[in-house]
């Protein structure tokens, strides 16, 4: 049973750049799926951020485009979501997410990581 | 990009009651629309993906049906345990966007 866990920082100061890196474990990063973030303000609804495939590929939501770098670290089987020019409204729960190579939705999902952004 | 919306965006009802949420793409995305339910300070979950395919261990309760534009999921008996947020969600083409959700209550 593939598990996926989120890591990082829960506080980034304002205009400065959030990382998070999403383990995964009980798979390998190099299968047939997609990976994606999705994140989540307080009280909010799930908006999709961006996935990435083994090969480098990604997708991006065009809302968050030009401050989102989504990478892949197979050695490590994890992958990792960079925002740039965080504003508190980038202040949510983030989630790491699988999905399968064709269309698919998200079966698997981390277990989510709040992310504040405040000086 | 294709906008998704949900209604109501809340209901409330009671224990034993057929309960309906519909979901509507602004533009056709075929059978791809899947439903996840979000309870008070959890994870996601996947309920019914490709429009009406009950994920495995979801109860029967749960259905899903439509095609194109026009969703909907029924819960055909509402339990206690069914309290929470529910999202449909597009997954034809990136942005693989959700709909703003329908929290369920119960009367």
């Known amino acids: 049973q593939v598990q996926l866990q989120e890591s990082g920082p829960g506080l980034v100061k304002p205009s400065g750049t959030l990382s998070l890196t999403c383990a995964v474990s009980g798979g390998s990063i190099s299968s047939s799926n997609w990976w994606s973030w999705v994140r989540q303000p307080p009280g909010k609804g799930l908006e999709w951020i961006g996935e990435?495939?083994?090969?480098?590929?990604?997708n991006y939501n065009p809302s968050l485009k030009s401050r989102v770098t989504i990478s892949v670290d197979k050695s490590k089987n994890q992958f990792s979501l960079k925002l740039s020019s965080v504003t508190a409204a980038d202040t949510a729960v983030y989630y790491c997410?699988?999905?399968?190579?064709?269309?698919?939705?998200?079966?698997?999902w981390g277990q989510g990581t709040l992310v504040t952004v405040s000086s | 990009d294709i906008q998704m919306t949900q209604s109501p965006s809340s209901l409330s009802a009671s224990v034993g009651d057929r309960v309906t949420i519909t979901c509507r793409a602004s533009q056709g995305i075929s059978n791809y629309l899947a439903w996840y339910q979000q309870k008070p300070g959890k994870v996601p979950k996947l309920l019914i993906y490709?429009?009406?395919t009950l994920q495995s261990g979801v109860p029967s309760r749960f259905s899903g049906s439509g095609s194109g534009t026009d969703f909907t999921l029924t819960i055909s008996s509402l339990q206690p345990e069914d309290v929470a947020t529910y999202y449909c969600q597009k997954y034809n083409s990136a942005p693989f966007t959700f709909g703003p959700g329908t929290k369920v209550d119960i009367k």
């Open positions: 990435i495939y083994h090969s480098g590929s990604t």
């Open positions: 490709a429009a009406s």
């Open positions: 997410a699988r999905r399968c190579i064709a269309l698919c939705p998200f079966g698997y």
